[in-house]
């Protein structure tokens, strides 16, 4: 069964302080992982889809990394309307569901 | 905007009732996934339906069922509703690419 890990649960941030969450996964053959944001009471926006390790995806300050066992957003010189909270989430071979980590909720504090 | 919208924002109702949930993918998207988002379970699959047909089934109660018309928009259906199922009820939508769109959720509280 596919597992998504996220840590930290909560991260504080002063604004323009770089930092990076964590993302770990287990799946038998990985068909993508994906990064969202969600602010609260809305539905999940779509950041990135990652396919294999070594991959690396860019927008605006963030920036998205794949290995073989994780993956990492880094976020670069925050502002507070980055505040959301972040979530990872796997797809495996032959299954189009998405298994969805906890999520890391994120303050930038200005 | 995600291109895909969810009807209505807010449910209220009591247990023991049924209520119907509405979701219209983006424009061209065969598969529409539904999904559940409770403060102590997170986003949870329940159902997948591609063109018409129900394609892949997740921890989705006998309780819980769908459909997805000829237009594809879907429609998820809660009966005997407890207490329990207050949570958000997302649709989300794909093509070919894998990345699915969500939309902005409904909202559902059983008193």
């Known amino acids: 069964e596919d597992q998504v890990t996220q840590s930290p649960e909560a991260l504080r941030l002063q604004e323009g302080e770089s930092s990076s969450l964590n993302c770990s996964y287990t799946v038998s053959g990985l068909r993508g992982l994906f990064w969202y944001r969600q602010d609260p009471g809305k539905g999940p926006e779509f950041l990135f889809t990652l396919y294999s390790a070594g991959e690396e995806k860019e927008k605006e300050r963030l920036k998205a990394t794949l290995t073989k066992k994780e993956s990492f957003l880094h976020i670069t010189a925050p502002k507070p309307e980055d505040s959301a909270t972040y979530l990872c989430?796997?797809?495996?071979?032959?299954?189009?569901?998405?298994?969805f980590g906890t999520g890391t909720r994120l303050t930038i504090i200005p | 905007d995600s291109g895909v919208t969810q009807t209505p924002k807010h449910l209220i109702t009591a247990t023991g009732q049924r209520v119907t949930l509405r979701c219209s993918p983006r424009s061209g998207d065969l598969s529409v996934y539904w999904y559940q988002q409770s403060l102590d379970q997170g986003l949870q699959f329940l159902i997948q339906y591609y063109n018409g047909e129900e394609r892949a089934k997740g921890n989705i109660l006998e309780r819980f069922s769908a459909q997805q018309f000829p237009d594809l928009h879907s429609e998820l259906n809660l009966s005997s509703l407890e207490l329990g199922d207050s949570a958000l009820y997302f649709c989300?939508?794909?093509?070919?690419?894998?990345?699915?769109?969500f939309g902005p959720g409904t909202r559902l509280t059983v008193l």
């Open positions: 989300a939508s794909s093509a070919s690419t894998n990345t699915q769109y």
């Open positions: 989430a796997v797809s495996s071979d032959g299954n189009e569901k998405l298994t």
